[in-house]
């Protein structure tokens, strides 16, 4: 009997024991342990779903940023110049043969730019040759007939003049094309099919290329860019990073027309002297030579001074005086040709003063032209020929 009565006494110890443990396991845990219950329970659900910025609730919008200073430099230029560029569309007039009607059929488009405030437009010959009538569309959208005033096919420049007044035109600032590098930045702005205030960037990639003109004569020291220059873009200006006019697009060489990453440039020393003449004449009146010169840098890297022939016209003054071109023999050797030091009482130290040294003359003037051959100085007596 005490047996039983002990057994009963510790089955009832033990249910009390359960039912305590039950208790006291199901009571409301104290704030701090829930917190780190809750943040465990938290971290654990963080490693199944990834990394935090996987989660929607973690994603930011990231700000807005500011521009760097390369495209603020850009963008500036393009603002400060394009107000100088104007969109050309060219078209000829037909009179019908039975009614007499006159009907403008559209040719062509191109690009040009404000050459000063007199309302004179630079393009290429080949924008506006065959059209009877250009059509100028300036900056500010005023669209204004053009009257060609000159024209220059053997450097594919021409003029045309606008009666626009002197508030709506921006002249272009002109710049230097002597002393351009290889792998400088370029800047293009024009009208690539159509599509008016187009900007294009890219960098010298060659210099002294050699293009054909619309006349067939070569244009020579013609700038190489890689610079997207497609149909339309033709007449429009090639620009530095200081948004100064190097060269006037001319050309691109592709299979299927369009930009393939090699476009031509007219210098714009070449454009420095024609378009005066082309003002004042309406054609080339300069005199000149007859010689193609080398490259300033050509020289200065053979430690001379002077401007260095290269190559002199057939039948021109040079050929006539004897002048001796830069020549190469069949294995390969150079043998410079003769180096332009004066032009009558002119001292000659590079292709540019050789260029102002002629503007003070008339073709058919008889000047002494003062030569270093094979390191000794020699006078030929020449009379100037017509540029042709």
């Known amino acids: ?49 990834g990394p935090a910025d996987n989660l929607p609730s973690a994603r930011q919008t990231a700000p807005a940023g500011g521009l760097n200073p390369q495209e603020s430099a850009t963008i500036k230029l393009f603002e400060e110049a394009a107000p100088s560029v104007c969109y050309i569309t060219t078209s000829n007039v037909r009179t019908d043969y039975f009614t007499r009607d006159v009907t403008e059929i559209p040719r062509g488009t191109g690009s040009g730019f404000v050459w000063d405030g007199k309302g004179h437009i630079v393009t290429n010959y080949h924008v506006i040759q065959g059209a009877d009538r250009a059509t100028v569309t300036l900056a500010d959208r005023s669209t204004w007939q053009a009257r060609l005033v000159g024209i220059a096919p053997e450097k594919d420049l021409a003029v045309l003049l606008i009666e626009a007044p002197r508030q709506s035109l921006s002249p272009i600032p002109i710049g230097s094309s002597e002393d351009l590098r290889v792998g400088q930045s370029v800047y ?30 070569p244009i020579r020291d013609v700038i190489q860019t890689d610079a997207a220059i497609n149909p339309g873009n033709s007449g429009g200006p090639l620009l530095d990073s ?21 476009g031509f440039s007219i210098p714009v020393d070449v454009v420095r002297w024609v378009v005066p ?25 053979l430690g001379l001074e002077g401007a260095l022939v290269i190559y002199v016209e057939e039948g021109s003054a040079a050929e006539r005086a004897g ?52 390191n000794k100085e020699v006078e030929v007596e020449l009379r100037l020929d017509q540029a042709r």
Not at 198 to 217: K, P, Q
């Open 188 to 217: 293009a702005i024009g009208n690539p099919f159509g599509l008016d205030q187009t900007l294009t960037t890219g960098i010298v990639s060659a210099l002294g290329r050699e293009i054909e003109s619309v006349s067939g004569i």
């Open 277 to 301: 003449e082309l003002i004042e004449y309406g054609k080339l009146k300069r005199p000149s030579l007859g010689v193609e010169l080398a490259r300033q840098q050509i020289v200065s890297r």
């Open 1 to 49: 009997m005490p047996n039983r009565f002990r057994i009963l006494l510790w089955l009832a110890l033990l249910a009390g024991g359960f039912f305590a443990g039950v208790a006291w396991k199901g009571r409301e845990l104290p704030a701090d342990e829930k917190t780190e219950k809750d943040s465990a329970l938290s971290r654990e659900v963080r490693q199944e779903a």
């Open 242 to 262: 200081s948004g100064r006019l190097i060269g006037v697009n001319t050309a691109i060489y592709s299979p299927s027309g369009a930009s393939a990453g090699i």
């Open 323 to 374: 002048i001796r071109p830069t020549t190469r023999d069949r294995f390969g050797s150079i043998y410079l040709g003769d180096i332009i030091i004066a032009l009558g009482k002119e001292r000659i130290k590079s292709n540019n003063d050789l260029l102002l040294a002629l503007e003070k003359y008339e073709p058919g003037d008889a000047v002494t032209v003062r030569l270093l051959r094979d």
